[in-house]
């Protein structure tokens, strides 16, 4: 399986931006994990397939959505309240096997890797 992510960009404080994430195939989870260069990787997101579950951060619960198409193998961040603390380059990933719910927020549970997009915030 291989992943493709759109989006990304520079935006206001405040202000909302959409990633995308297509998938060549089907997956157990596909989500979002950002990384700001000299620290370490951090979970922001996930969805499994059906039966349908969300996995957020702390830090972005509340103002980020992840939703699912099953159909096209497509999953979207709606990146919302944007703060200049979520400035990463952020990485769709995906998991193929199934996996206990404590795992899902731990970014070695990820073995699918796509490119990354850079989020920018300005303040």
């Known amino acids: 399986v291989q992943l493709q992510a759109f989006g990304g960009g520079l935006v206001q404080a405040g202000g909302s931006m959409r990633l995308s994430c297509a998938a060549s195939g089907r997956t157990f989870a596909m989500g979002w994990i950002r990384q700001v260069p000299g620290k370490e990787r951090e979970f922001v997101s996930a969805?499994?397939?059906?039966?349908?579950?969300?996995y957020y951060a702390d830090s972005v619960k509340g103002r980020f959505t992840i939703s699912r198409d099953s159909s096209s193998n497509t999953v979207t961040l709606q990146m919302n309240n944007l703060k200049s603390e979520d400035t990463a380059v952020y990485y769709c990933v995906a998991r193929n096997g199934r996996i206990i719910t404590s795992m899902m927020k731990r970014t070695g549970t990820y073995d699918i890797w796509g490119q990354g997009t850079q989020v920018t915030v300005s303040s």
């Open positions: 969805i499994t397939s059906p039966p349908v579950i969300r």
